[in-house]
Nanobody, 121 residues
Framework: QVTLQESGGGLVQSGGSLRLTCEASSIYSSSVMAWFRQAPGKEREFVALIRWRGRNTFYADSVKGRFTISQDNALNTVDLQMNSLKDEDTAVYYC???????????????WGQGTQVTVAS
């Protein structure tokens, strides 16, 4: 049973920062860890990913330069540092684990429950 648990969401003012953490029960060296988000009435969208081996990262254009994904091998955690937050970043943020370097949600096998991020102007 693989579990992913997100934390760190909350309410922040526009222009502020938040750091999300995803704690995984297991991560393999071949794993790809990703963050997705889903705003009300919208489809789930890719935010960022990191390949566990090699630490290769990839970002959605909408967050590039503002968000940073990182991993801690010892703790089996993946963080998402979010800076310069905008109203449109408001969403439920989900952590996911897969085995492919992919930006589409179906490529990921395991998902967390999500954490709410609300950016207030």
């Amino acid at each position: 049973q693989v579990t992913l648990q997100e934390s760190g969401g909350g309410l922040v003012q526009s222009g502020g920062s938040l750091r999300l953490t995803c704690e995984a029960s297991s991560i393999y060296s071949s794993s790809v860890m990703a963050w997705f988000r889903q705003a009300p009435g919208k489809e789930r969208e890719f935010v960022a990913l990191i390949r566990w081996r090699g630490r290769n990262t990839f970002y959605a254009d909408s967050v590039k330069g503002r968000f940073t994904i990182s991993q801690d091998n010892a703790l089996n955690t993946v963080d998402l540092q979010m800076n310069s937050l905008k109203d449109e970043d408001t969403a439920v943020y989900y952590c996911a684990r897969g085995s492919r370097y992919a930006t589409n949600a179906p490529a990921y096998d395991y998902w967390g429950q999500g954490t709410q991020v609300t950016v207030a102007s």
